[in-house]
């Protein structure tokens, strides 16, 4: 695998990610639409801290989830979603109440589930709060690409800002359509985790373009290489860092995923979790089929770029000629000799035998 990685790396062995950016562009428009339909359709499973509730937790209950949840509903005269911890601890959400009624609540939930009132965590949480919670999340997102936005255009150019950008509006897309899909639940611990993937994403992105620059640096004054190509270079030549970054990142978060969620019930870890591995794989993916085709796309409609496209093109072509009209004259060459001495071979067959000079004396 290593020898396979230093003979991609220089450039021994190519693959044509920039050349088939159709089939990427599809499969990401088909992940996009998907997304927005999970989205639209069945919208996102907003935690209490974003709609607003009260959240009862309740440690080793003896009721089952259906007693739970009637408990709770003929508390409250509303809905309440009842899950289950892998330790036994059992979590109940119900709509907005006020301290008095959370009370009862709880006190209710505790003579049918077999726990002591005080020995229940009661959480409420305001529609107020949960819509200020809101408000800051979008607001620190559209900050932080923002920044993220005018830090690549200062570092590179505009064009690989642009690039990247839209590989985050992919990979956050994406990611909340998963979200969507699955129902699992958006908590502040998400958003962490998604402003996280967001920064792998970007990491891998300059990763990428870093080479791209290198590769493309002074590149209109040859004509051996177009754009597109050193670009494509640049993704071969940091495909295996690429790869290897996003296995030892998400073989962790799978662990937490297994482990800490699955195994030991840890609810907070699993939103944590999800959002980083979903975005770890869109932010490796984005950054080598999404962003550097856009980019390249970008920058080969400039006029200098086509200009040495053209140059390129026509050096191969006429280098394809030269060599073609090469060959021909070295079989030329080859078969001159043959049709001399064929000739001469055939001349001196033709010559009629003189006879020796003792016979011409007798005569």
């Not at 997304?35 to 209950?61: M, T, W």
């Not at 601890?89 to 589930?113: F, N």
């Not at 690429?242 to 962790?252: A, D, H, K, Q, V």
């Amino acid at each position: 695998m290593s020898n396979l990685g230093q003979r991609i790396y220089r450039g021994e062995v190519s693959y044509n990610f920039l050349g088939r950016w159709k089939r990427w562009y599809i499969l990401s428009a088909i992940l996009i639409l998907i997304s927005i339909g999970a989205v639209a359709i069945r919208g996102l499973n907003l935690g209490i801290e974003f709609r607003g509730g009260a959240d009862f937790g309740l440690p080793s209950a003896t009721c089952s989830v259906e007693e739970a949840r009637t408990v709770a509903e003929v508390a409250t005269g509303g809905p309440a979603i009842v899950t289950v911890a892998g330790s036994g601890a059992m979590r109940v959400q119900t709509e907005p109440l006020t301290p008095d009624e959370s009370l009862v609540v709880a006190q209710e939930l505790g003579a049918a589930c077999g726990v002591a009132a005080t020995d229940i965590r009661v959480q409420v949480v305001g529609p107020t709060w949960g819509a200020e919670i809101t408000s800051k999340a979008i607001q620190g997102l559209l900050v932080f690409i923002a920044l993220v936005t005018i830090f690549l255009a200062f570092y590179f150019e505009w064009r690989m800002a642009i690039a990247a950008l839209v590989a985050l509006i992919h990979d956050l897309i994406i990611t909340i359509g998963i979200y969507a899909l699955i129902g699992l639940e958006v908590t502040p611990a998400t958003i962490i985790g998604i402003l996280t993937i967001l920064a792998y994403s970007l990491y891998d992105t300059v990763v990428v373009f870093d080479k791209v620059k290198e590769n493309t640096r002074n590149i209109a004054g040859q004509s051996v290489m177009t754009y597109e190509e050193a670009a494509n270079l640049a993704v071969n030549q940091t495909v295996v860092r690429s790869l290897n970054t996003s296995i030892t990142s998400i073989l962790p978060v799978l662990a937490i995923i297994i482990v800490g969620a699955g195994l030991l019930g840890a609810g907070t870890l699993l939103d944590l979790a999800v959002a980083l591995a979903v975005g770890t794989a869109a932010g490796a993916y984005s950054s080598i089929f999404i962003a550097t085709p856009v980019l390249s796309q970008m920058r080969s409609r400039q006029p200098e770029m086509k200009a040495l496209a053209a140059r390129v093109h026509a050096r191969r072509k006429q280098a394809a000629v030269k060599g073609s009209v090469s060959a021909q004259e070295s079989e030329g060459d080859g078969a001159a000799p043959a049709m001399v001495t064929s000739r001469v071979e055939s001349l001196e067959r033709n010559q009629p035998k003189r006879t020796s000079r003792s016979r011409r004396k007798k005569g």
